[in-house]
């Protein structure tokens, strides 16, 4: 079993004997590296489930690395529903380091009708669920006919200015079409490791005067690997230009944008600066303040 790339195993007990009752593999098994999956490293329990395997590229070999949530039944109008079993299973997926951790979303087999996913993470969590860029606390993700058995990668982040390892618990709510609804479920708690956000702005800072050489400096977010300087004034004037990662970058303020050619530029200008962050799939993206300051 240990040259199964991304498998765990998944055990139910019953009458106090445990079975072998479904093996997981990563949705993605070419992101995973063969060294780093041997099986039964990490290890679970949760009520009469447990789990062996798999590696987590984000956090190491974590407890409950991979579960499944059991099927629910309540009796519903749709018993095909039920009965096909709409039971989820997640994986967590390497994600970057101390930024993320990600779930693959699927259903088991085909529904008869659209099934409805909403993900809500407690009120006490340290957890949040990220909409493009946005941290929110619910989400909902729709499975059809169609792709039913397509993973929907769900990110989940830490609440802003909390930094160290997290834990917390998800809410899974299902909805078969716009009327039947099936009972919470609540997995494993999530572990992420997060790094504190200290991405801002140096030099200039609020009210300064400064003059040429025009250099800005800022402090790097963690997860970003392209930075934009963005500089504008009531007048018109305008700046936008990728810049170095490193921090800080000189600036010629005579090659304002769109059509201004200045040289030099005038005294006594008041103008703003920014910088934004993101990652290069732009998953992640911030945005410092405005900072103003005056040419002299």
């Known amino acids: 079993p240990h040259t199964i790339i991304g498998e765990a195993y998944i055990f139910r007990q019953i009458d106090s004997i445990w079975t072998q009752e479904a093996i997981l593999v990563s949705f993605d098994v070419e992101s995973f590296d063969s060294e780093f999956s041997i099986l039964g490293i990490s290890s679970g329990l949760d009520g009469d489930y447990a789990v062996l395997g798999a590696w987590n590229g984000a956090t190491g070999h974590t407890t409950a690395a991979a579960y499944k949530i059991p099927e629910v039944d309540q009796g519903t109008p749709d018993n095909n529903i039920a009965d096909a079993g709409t039971g989820l299973i997640l994986l967590p997926q390497a994600g970057a380091p101390s ?20 993900l809500k993470t407690k009120k006490d969590s340290q957890l949040l669920l990220d909409n493009g860029g946005e941290a929110v606390p619910q989400l909902i993700v729709q499975f059809t ?50 790094l504190a956000d200290h991405f801002g702005l140096t030099s200039p800072v609020e009210g300064s005067v400064i003059e040429a050489p025009y250099e800005f400096a800022w402090q790097p977010y963690e997860l970003a690997t392209q930075y934009i300087l ?67």
């Open 99 to 118: 930024g993320y951790a990600t779930l693959a979303v699927a259903l088991k087999t085909r529904p008869t009708q659209n099934v409805y996913l909403k």
């Open 145 to 194: 006919r169609d792709n039913w058995d397509i993973p929907q990668s769900i990110r989940v982040r830490g609440t802003p200015d909390i930094s160290g390892e997290l834990t917390g618990k998800i809410k899974y709510k299902i909805k078969a079409g716009s009327a039947v609804e099936y009972q919470f479920v609540t997995p494993p708690p999530v572990m992420l490791t997060i």
């Open 230 to 296: 963005k500089i504008k004034s009531d007048a018109g004037y305008k700046y936008k230009q990728q810049v170095n990662p490193a921090g800080s970058c000189t600036v010629d303020l005579c090659t304002f944008k769109p059509d201004f050619n200045l040289s030099p530029l005038p005294k006594n200008i008041s103008l703003k600066w920014r910088v934004i962050a993101k990652d290069q799939q732009a998953v992640y993206k911030k945005k410092t303040p405005w900072v103003t300051f005056t040419s002299h």
